[in-house]
């Protein structure tokens, strides 16, 4: 077993420091166990305890006590989480594992906490890790596996200068390496991470050359490593070379292009791609939708001002795009979108009792867009159930502070559309009605407040709604989250 007893953590300052050092790990541990479990109930205490230590050598008291109590899961799920966040206390609690009776040495886990050491500025601790840990190596199999996850760590933490001084020593190895195809991936992988996609390309066709077969997910890092540097011909050629090597088509790959191409802004490219898809029969994924409409500036600027002519229909959205978007592209990439129906069917729930349309992990723009979608479904569609609903959840996953995004829009669109879903009194990240007061709304028409035709992009186009009643759509959505809705 490695010698570890020189990884103590540095020593520590006033007690007030300590406590703010621990906050970032802490913070994001909270946020990771937001979805319950009792591991990351056990995580939130350790954290708590930690936070409360003056000196290291409480802190390192607090970590044994946990290590030697909880079972191997448990201890390395922390471990992971505090090397992620760079918390300098994955040092001892790394220290703290090796010595546990059930622990097995672990490349990746050894190759974080040197990467770690090295970020912090303690490179000669860093480098006796990495010493002791390729000693205990039996093959040189499982040293070039420890060199690419080296590569990775080092190049996730910008240390890239010391990630190709791994590549180095691992290419100084006989060829083919040894390990085989499993070494290969893991190279490519590396290779990607540190935006090497000429490198990856050509130990991918090494790789073939001596008889390995490797997989979509490979053929996928190296087309997005071209396509994220806007090599988009490579990135297309690496897609087109899967075909040749007989590896069919998949959401992975297909979410690849999409990204590359949003992130360029190639209407025109992602429209051919999409009317790909379509004639392979891949459907568009959640990822693909947020891909997709996050790059359609005219919409995106839609969704965030909710101006007064805000189209409150899949019809009004295409007309008000034919008029008023400048690419022309975008309203063919929409439309496409909506032909489809892949996404929309796994967000809603149509069963005996309700029908549910659940907005988790779209993009304020994509949640927009599916709205309508949605609206027009359940108009088009057979009875209804007892209960209708929209869950938007209230924000705990999101990016932004403050009143939770998309809520906000499902409350001001439906609140446009004079629908009766209001906030559930028991779930504040639900809007809910029952089945006659939908089926009354759903018989009524409803339009945007500035006719359809209105074109007026000024800047303050969006201001120049009515004030009252702005003022008392507002007073509406503050006061519905007091009104109780039977669930």
Known sequence: MPAVASLSPPAPGPAASRRRRFSPASASLRRAASGGGSSWRGERRLMSELERTVTAGAAERVIRGYVGTKSERAALAALSRLLMDSDPLAVPFYEAVTQARWFKWSSIHAAAVAALLEANGRADESRSLIADSAGRLESTAELALFYCDLMAAFS???????????????????????????????????????????????????????????????????????????????????IASMSEAGIRLGTGAANIVL????????????????????????????????????????????????????????????????????????????????????????????????????????????????????????????????????????????????????????????????????????????????????????????????????????????NKQPFLPKLLRKLGQFFSSFVSVSI
């Open 156 to 238: 996730s933490r910008g240390l890239k200068r010391r990630a190709m001084d791994f590549y180095a020593q691992l290419r100084a190895m006989p060829t083919p390496l040894a390990g085989g195809g499993k070494t290969y991936m893991a190279m490519i992988k590396s290779l990607c991470m540190l935006g090497l996609a000429a490198e990856a390309e050509e130990a991918l066709r090494e790789m073939v050359a001596l008889g390995y077969q490797p997989d979509a997910f490979q053929f996928g890092l190296v087309a997005k490593c071209y396509g994220k540097a806007g090599q988009l011909a490579e990135m297309e050629r690496v």
């Open 259 to 462: 990204s590359c191409y949003s992130a360029c802004r190639e209407h025109g490219k992602m429209l051919a791609w999409l009317k790909k898809m379509r004639k392979l029969r891949v459907a568009p994924t959640t990822k693909a939708y947020n891909f997709v409409l996050n790059s359609c500036p005219t919409v995106v600027s839609m969704a965030r001002e909710l101006g007064p002519s805000l189209p409150l229909s899949a019809a009004q959205l295409v007309r008000k795009l034919k008029s008023a978007s400048p690419w022309p592209a975008e309203v063919e990439v929409v439309q496409e979108l909506l032909a489809a129906s892949s996404v929309l069917n796994k967000a809603m729930v149509w069963s005996e009792t309700e029908v549910k349309l659940n907005l988790h992990g779209f993009s304020i723009t994509s949640a927009y867009v599916l709205m309508l979608q949605w609206v027009d479904a359940v108009r088009g569609g057979r009875a209804l159930p007892l209960e209708v609903s929209v869950v938007c959840g209230v924000g705990k996953h999101s990016d932004v502070r403050g009143e939770p995004k998309v809520r906000e829009l499902a409350q001001e669109v439906l609140s446009r559309m004079g629908s009766p879903l209001r906030l559930s009194a028991r779930n504040k990240g639900r809007l809910v009605a029952k089945r006659d007061r939908v089926k009354q709304w759903l018989a009524t028409e409803w339009t945007s407040v500035v006719p359809e035709d209105s074109t007026d992009q000024s800047p303050n186009a969006s």
